[in-house]
């Protein structure tokens, strides 16, 4: 097996170093190969999900367009919320990181069922694809952030959504003073900060693995509450290396839906995941940055 995570991929791509692993187990297909600008080639099956993603995400894509990756490419959910480009027998699709899939080898996906049928009919269940990792793919709108339900000021877990690429880092900073605190990545896609981060409003800095950065104030502690801030990671709607910051947009408030799912989260995820009542939407004051 080849041992490369999704971040790993795009340092392939400078090498542009072909590597080929393969395995042979019984009834099954994993053969991936590293090619040049970070694509690989490999194989592609199709899933349901039921209940909660590995990457926590309350509820998957509005278009039904996601993926699952083998444990070494999940990379302990630092591949969570970047987004691929698949290449199948039929055409081709783009599909958002939310899950893991624990019988994968590297080079093997599981997608979901509207982007496996854009590559292929269902009916072939298992098909040779290539696939790469997007850099600043275009956004489905503004940052949003849910604090988890068991959060308090002496412990402190957030999920950042609509980041279009993988974050590197999350901070925190209380709106009353202090020092910016450096979260932790959690294998299930929260950033936690273990000791709290006192009592909130929290000013939350976004890093990703591009170098953008948004800020966005005006967080409160309201555990399983979904805050939409209005904030872009970056350039809104584009593709290309980010541009002005447009405007926040308007702020909404919305019940979140259910994912309806078919692979179980990490013990952790699921333990932590389904306490307490469901995620429910709010707007957050409007006060927020975001530099690229």
């Avoid at 489905?140 to 988890?148: D, I, R």
């Avoid at 339900?149 to 901070?171: E, I, P």
């Avoid at 976004?206 to 309201?222: E, F, K, R």
């Avoid at 179980?264 to 995941?273: D, G, I, Q, Y």
């Amino acid at each position: 097996m080849l041992g490369f995570g999704f971040g790993g991929i795009a340092v392939a791509a400078a090498a542009v170093a072909l590597a080929v692993g393969m395995s042979q187990a019984a009834g099954t297909r994993a053969c991936a190969a590293v090619l040049s600008a970070g694509e690989v080639s490999g194989t592609a099956t199709h899933y349901v999900l039921q209940g909660l993603p590995n990457c926590s995400y309350p509820s998957p894509p509005a278009d039904g367009l996601f993926v699952a990756l083998s444990p070494d490419e999940y990379d302990s959910a630092a591949a969570c919320g970047g987004y691929l480009e698949v290449h199948g027998p039929d055409g081709s699709v783009r599909v958002e990181v939310i899950d893991q899939c624990p019988g994968c080898g590297d080079g093997h996906i599981d997608l979901s069922e509207a982007a496996f049928s854009a590559l292929a009919p269902l009916n072939q269940g298992l098909i040779d694809v290539t696939y790469q990792p997007l850099v600043n793919p275009s956004l489905p709108g503004p940052v949003s952030l849910l604090v988890k339900q068991g959060s308090s000021q002496y412990w402190l877990a957030l999920l950042a959504m609509n980041t279009g690429n993988a974050l590197a880092s999350v901070q925190v900073q209380s709106e009353s003073g202090g020092g910016w605190y450096n979260l932790v990545r959690a294998n299930y896609n929260y950033w936690v900060a273990q000791s709290g981060a006192g009592a909130g409003p929290f000013t939350v800095r976004l890093t990703d693995v591009q170098g953008h950065v948004a800020t966005v104030q005006g967080i409160a502690l309201s555990p399983g509450m979904v805050q939409e801030t209005g904030t872009w990671m970056y350039g809104a709607g584009t593709t290309a290396e980010p541009a002005s910051t447009p405007p926040p947009a308007p702020h909404t408030t919305r019940p979140v839906a259910s994912a309806t799912s078919g692979r179980a989260p990490s013990s952790r995820a699921a333990e932590e995941l389904n306490a307490g009542p469901g995620p429910s939407r709010r707007t957050s004051p409007a006060s927020a940055t975001s530099t690229c």
